[in-house]
C-alpha cells in the first residue's frame, strides 16, 4: 500500500521535524506514524552525524536507512548497513588543519559515529549537550591516516569567527564542499557542514532510491535549509517550510506552515492522506 503513489518519505530534522526547543511535536510525530502505517518508508535527510540523531530515530521507531552529514553518508543505524559513503579527502583534511591551527581557526571532525575535537569549544559543548554527541578528544595528529572521516564542521558565533569561516571557505573551496546552515535553536549561529566535492542530500536521496529500487518520482520530501534545495529539487514532490530560506522555497513545489505550526503534519495530511482529485 502507498499513499498517492509514493513510497519515500524524507524530512530534514533541524527547522523541519524540530523546531526552536529541539522537541518533536506530537502532530509531526502522529503524521509520520500514519505514513508508516500507509505504506511509506521514512528516512531522515540531516547535516547532522549519525550520533546526533540516535534519540530522534528511537523516538519516531525509525530503523532503515536514513542521509547524514548532508548525504555523505547512507546509512542503516539498526543494522550497520551502509549503501553510500563519500568521506573526505586525506590530503585535504591534513592540509585543513595545518591552516586551521595557523590561523587560529576551530574546526571539528566526525567519522560515521564519532566527534572528534581538540579542545572543549562552544560548539563542542552544544554538540555533547544538545545533540547528544559524545566528545571524543584529540590532538588532531595524523588524524586523517587513523580515521576515515565523513565531515568537518565549523561554527561561527562572532563576526570574528564569520570571518574566519570565510576565509577558511575560500582557502578549500575547490577542495571542499562547505553548506551553511543555521538551526532554530541558535538562529544567530552559522553552522557549517564540510563534506567531499559532489555531496549534497540530492546525491544521497539518488543513492537511497537506487537501493530501494525505486524512482525520484514516488518520493516526497520536506525540508527548510539551503542545504536542502537539492533534495528538494530531486525528489518528485518537494516542500518547503514556512519558515525555509527562499532558496529553499523556490526549489519547492509547495510551501506548508512553519515547523513551530505544525507545518510537517499540514503538508501530509495534504499530499499523502488526502485522495488525489481528478
Known sequence: MTANGYKLLVVDIDG??????GSIPEASKAALKQAREHGLVVSLSTGRTMPACRDILNELELDGHHMFCDGAIVFNPHNREEIFVKPLDKTAVRDAVSFARRHEIHIDF???????????????????????????MDDFTDLWEREVLIKGGLVATSNRELALARRFDAEFSDRLHFSWVTTPTYPAVDFINVVAPGVSKGSGLTALVAHLGITTTEVIAIGDGNNDVSLLGTAGLGIAMGNATDRAKAAADYVTGDVERGGLATALERFLFRPRSG
Open 16 to 21: 523541519t521535524l524540530v523546531g526552536r526547543d
Open 110 to 136: 566526525y567519522s560515521a559515529d564519532r566527534y572528534f575535537v581538540r579542545e572543549e569549544t562552544w560548539s563542542a559543548v552544544v554538540h555533547r549537550d544538545f545533540f547528544g554527541v559524545p566528545l571524543t
